[in-house]
């Protein structure tokens, strides 16, 4: 069974950093891409980053491009994003989600429940 | 950047009744190499992560009650609930994953509720 649990999430000051994991289980990790997804409170969700399987490729989107730093360890099955100078728009629930292929091009499957970060004085 | 743009914004249905959201892309999503969309739908309940529901624009995922089906080409795409139960009240969302290099766009969501 495929799972994916996301941890690392709180409440940080504007301009701190906080690091996110996703523990991943049931899958062979290294073959697929990642994703990480945000929705702030209230609002749709927001593709924030990917990591493809392969070669470890990294994008992002534009508004997190600098700030922010996905990685990824497979030999422990496991998704990180780093999120530094953070801002109060960033407050979000924190979602990280498998590809459904082992492509770049590919929908997502498999979603966690999502860590929630905080971003306030 | 493909910006996807859903409407209605929300919606309320009868049960039984059939619900249609539609998704369109600033720029095409079909790659004619191998005349695929590049187009998913998914599903989100309060409190839960996205399902995904649909791939390449009209692929049903296994599991995926019948009911819902997905049509549509280019820039233009139709998610249909044929028959709405209580069940599919949720927020629905269209995303690309055509860009190169990727930045897979979400639509900004369909709420579905019972009228």
């Known amino acids: 069974e495929v799972q994916l649990l996301e941890s690392g999430g709180g409440l940080v000051q504007p301009g701190g950093s906080l690091r996110l994991s996703c523990a991943a289980s049931g899958f062979t990790f290294s073959r697929y891409a990642m994703i990480w997804v945000r929705q702030a409170p209230g609002r749709g969700l927001e593709w924030v980053s990917l990591?493809?399987?392969?070669?470890?490729?990294?994008y992002y989107a534009d508004s997190m491009k600098g700030r922010f730093t996905i990685s990824r360890d497979n030999s422990k099955n496991a998704l990180f994003l780093q999120m530094n100078s953070l801002r109060a728009e960033d407050t979000a629930v924190y979602y990280c989600a498998k590809a459904s292929r082992t492509i770049v091009a590919s929908d997502f499957d498999y979603w966690g429940q999502g860590t929630l970060v905080t971003v306030s004085s | 950047d493909i910006v996807m743009t859903q409407s209605p914004d929300s919606l309320a249905v009868s049960l039984g009744e059939r619900a249609t959201i539609n998704c369109k892309s600033s720029r095409t999503v079909l790659y004619t190499s191998n005349n695929k969309n590049y187009l998913a739908w998914y599903q989100q309940k309060p409190g839960q992560p996205p399902k995904l529901l649909i791939s390449w624009a009209s692929t049903r995922e296994s599991g995926v009650p019948d009911r819902f089906s997905g049509s549509g080409s280019g820039t233009d795409f139709t998610l249909t609930i044929s028959s709405l139960q209580a069940e599919d009240v949720a927020v629905y969302y269209c995303?690309?994953?055509?860009?190169?290099?990727?930045?897979?766009?979400f639509g900004q969501g369909t709420k579905v509720e019972i009228k």
């Open positions: 990591i493809t399987g392969g070669d470890s490729s990294t």
């Open positions: 995303q690309q994953y055509y860009s190169t290099p990727p930045e897979w766009t």
